[in-house]
């Protein structure tokens, strides 16, 4: 379970909407770093800023301690970590931000991969006094893996080490060494020194880092270019709509309307574009666009919308609406990347319900192939079962065709989820195709 801060009341509705993630090791300041996102945009309210004041001063600090803004589960403020994900909402006159703040721990790498998948950017932050470690590495790793399409490395508690100029310079070397051997390119990652506690470079340009003159973290958020649904690698895909729902109004002001409502995946549709229905093949042409604005030309991915084809042709939810130029060929055996967040293990032979857009189908998982070793950034083969917060890569055939992208070429018509067929509990995330084997020909060993 999830949980929030704030509201999506306070967002910016004419403002675009950039899906952002934090991530790093233990006690590198995220919940601060957050707290202070919320307290800068004015994005929380005033009695909860006088409950952190006095809890605060109850606990003998002179200043808030703005984690616990976002510190919501009792755990965690008992222990002073980030144990769930937890998703906030702020926004600046330029932008709005769903932000997923996810835990540092490794045996919480399930919740991390959770909070990551969707998003455009994520914060690594990294501790100054510390440097690179481990689990930043690791969770480089893990954004490498799931496409994230831009980092920003928060060099924080700036403020506490001698030399800041030469230790942010360090840190961001290494930092960069990493990414780019993860395939990032340099305009994929930006570096920024920051002091959470303070609020240095966060909303405010500071005085005390005179070696930076980049972008404050707000000024970079609000500027990155949005790339919903693109992997890090991704090239434009044509239209991706899922069908959810089948309209037959059969009324008398309505006697022959049948409109096909989804929300579009992925691409851009228009009307006038021939497409082709998978996995039938069936092929026409957008006639009209309706939505409950009114008729539209032409819609954008993230769109919810109603198509009307020009032919009468057999559609059902699960089907896939698609670009004819580069439509997805319909298939039953897959090769996959999953996270598994089950406590119980994933064994060969499976037989799960697999979701993949509007779509839900019986699967068989066959061979487990490899996993990922987190610690070594590196594959073990032939592994006999996936355990709870393992990467595994497997296959698996599907009981119907499934018209599936390859995840690095986009992330929304990659992804699926495994469920149980008792429960109905999700037990697995999934990306279509072999997103481990580049990370271990490339990712530097861990020390």
Same mark, same amino acid.
């Given at each position: 379970?999830?949980?929030?801060?704030?509201?999506?009341?306070?967002?910016?509705?004419?403002?675009? *909407?950039?899906?952002?993630?934090?991530?790093?090791?233990?006690?590198?300041?995220?919940?601060?770093?957050?707290?202070?996102?919320?307290?800068?945009?004015?994005?929380?309210?005033?009695?909860?800023?006088?409950? /952190?004041?006095?809890?605060?001063?109850?606990r003998g600090m002179d200043t808030p301690d703005l984690?616990?803004?976002?510190?919501?589960?009792?755990?965690?403020?008992?222990?002073?970590?980030?144990?769930?994900?937890?998703?906030?909402?702020?926004?600046?006159?330029?932008?709005?931000?769903?932000?997923?703040?996810?835990?540092?721990?490794?045996?919480?790498?399930?919740?991390?991969?959770?909070?990551?998948?969707?998003?455009?950017?994520?914060?690594?932050?990294?501790?100054?006094?510390?440097?690179?470690?481990?689990?930043?590495?690791?969770?480089?790793?893990?954004?490498?893996?799931?496409?994230?399409?831009?980092?920003?490395?928060?060099?924080?508690?700036?403020?506490?080490?001698?030399?800041?100029?030469? /230790?942010?310079?360090?840190?961001?070397?290494?930092?960069?060494?990493?990414?780019?051997?993860?395939?990032?390119?340099?305009?994929?990652?930006?570096?920024?020194?920051?002091?959470? *506690?303070?609020?240095?470079?966060?909303?405010?340009?500071?005085?005390?880092?005179?070696?930076?003159?980049?972008?404050?973290?707000?000024?970079?958020?609000?500027?990155?270019?949005?790339?919903?649904?693109?992997?890090?690698?991704?090239?434009?895909?044509?239209?991706?709509?899922?069908?959810?729902?089948?309209?037959?109004?059969?009324?008398?002001?309505?006697?022959?309307?049948?409109?096909?409502?989804?929300?579009?995946?992925?691409?851009?549709?228009?009307?006038?574009?021939?497409?082709?229905?998978?996995?039938?093949?069936?092929?026409?042409?957008?006639?009209?666009?309706?939505?409950?604005?009114?008729?539209?030309?032409?819609?954008?991915?993230?769109?919810?919308?109603?198509?009307? *084809?020009?032919?009468?042709?057999?559609?059902?939810?699960?089907?896939?609406?698609?670009? /004819?130029?580069?439509?997805?060929?319909?298939?039953?055996?897959?090769?996959?990347?999953?996270?598994?967040?089950?406590?119980?293990?994933?064994?060969?032979g499976a037989r799960l319900l697999l979701k993949h857009?509007?779509?839900?189908?019986q699967v068989i998982i066959g061979g487990l192939e490899?996993?990922?070793?987190?610690?070594?950034?590196?594959?073990?083969?032939?592994?006999?079962?996936?355990?709870?917060?393992?990467?595994?890569? *497997?296959?698996?055939?599907?009981?119907?065709?499934?018209?599936?992208?390859?995840?690095?070429?986009?992330?929304?018509?990659?992804?699926?989820?495994?469920?149980?067929?008792?429960?109905?509990?999700?037990?697995?995330?999934?990306?279509?195709?072999?997103?481990?084997?580049?990370?271990?020909?490339?990712?530097?060993?861990?020390?």
């Open positions: 379970m999830s949980q929030s801060t704030s509201t999506p009341s306070s967002l910016n509705a004419g403002a675009d *909407l950039l899906r952002i993630a934090t991530a790093g090791s233990v006690d590198d300041g995220k919940s601060t770093l957050v707290g202070r996102l919320l307290y800068d945009t004015k994005s929380v309210l005033a009695d909860q800023i006088d409950a /952190v004041t006095k809890a605060s001063v109850d984690s616990l803004l976002v510190d919501g589960l009792r755990a965690e403020r008992e222990q002073g970590i980030t144990i769930d994900v937890a998703y906030r909402y702020f926004a600046t006159p330029a932008r709005s931000f769903v932000l997923a703040d996810t835990p540092g721990h490794v045996q919480y790498t399930r919740n991390t991969v959770s909070g990551a998948s969707t998003a455009q950017l994520v914060i690594l932050l990294v501790d100054a006094r510390n440097g690179v470690v481990a689990q930043t590495r690791r969770h480089a790793a893990v954004m490498a893996l799931l496409g994230v399409p831009r980092l920003v490395l928060a060099v924080n508690k700036i403020d506490l080490v001698d030399n800041p100029a030469e /230790v942010f310079a360090q840190i961001s070397a290494e930092f960069n060494e990493i990414t780019r051997s993860l395939g990032y390119s340099a305009d994929q990652v930006q570096e920024i020194p920051v002091s959470a *506690l303070h609020g240095d470079n966060v909303a405010i340009r500071s005085e005390n880092t005179p070696y930076y003159d980049g972008p404050t973290l707000i000024e970079h958020l609000e500027t990155v270019p949005n790339v919903a649904g693109q992997t890090a690698k991704a090239a434009d895909v044509g239209l991706r709509f899922p069908v959810q729902y089948v309209i037959r109004p059969r009324t008398a002001e309505y006697p022959d309307y049948r409109g096909y409502a989804g929300l579009v995946a992925a691409g851009t549709v228009s009307v006038g574009d021939e497409i082709v229905v998978q996995p039938s093949g069936l092929r026409s042409t957008i006639a009209k666009i309706d939505t409950p604005d009114g008729e539209m030309e032409t819609a954008h991915a993230g769109r919810s919308v109603t198509l009307l *084809l020009a032919d009468d042709i057999d559609i059902s939810r699960g089907d896939l609406i698609a670009a /004819v130029a580069d439509a997805p060929e319909p298939a039953q055996q897959f090769t996959a990347t999953v996270c598994w967040l089950a406590e119980k293990p994933l064994r060969p857009g509007t779509k839900t189908t490899a996993l990922f070793d987190e610690q070594n950034l590196a594959l073990v083969d032939a592994p006999e079962t996936v355990e709870l917060n393992q990467i595994g890569r *497997l296959s698996l055939t599907t009981a119907e065709p499934v018209a599936a992208d390859d995840y690095s070429v986009n992330r929304e018509s990659g992804s699926f989820l495994l469920i149980d067929p008792q429960g109905g509990n999700t037990l697995a995330a999934g990306l279509i195709g072999d997103a481990l084997s580049p990370l271990e020909l490339s990712a530097p060993a861990l020390a």
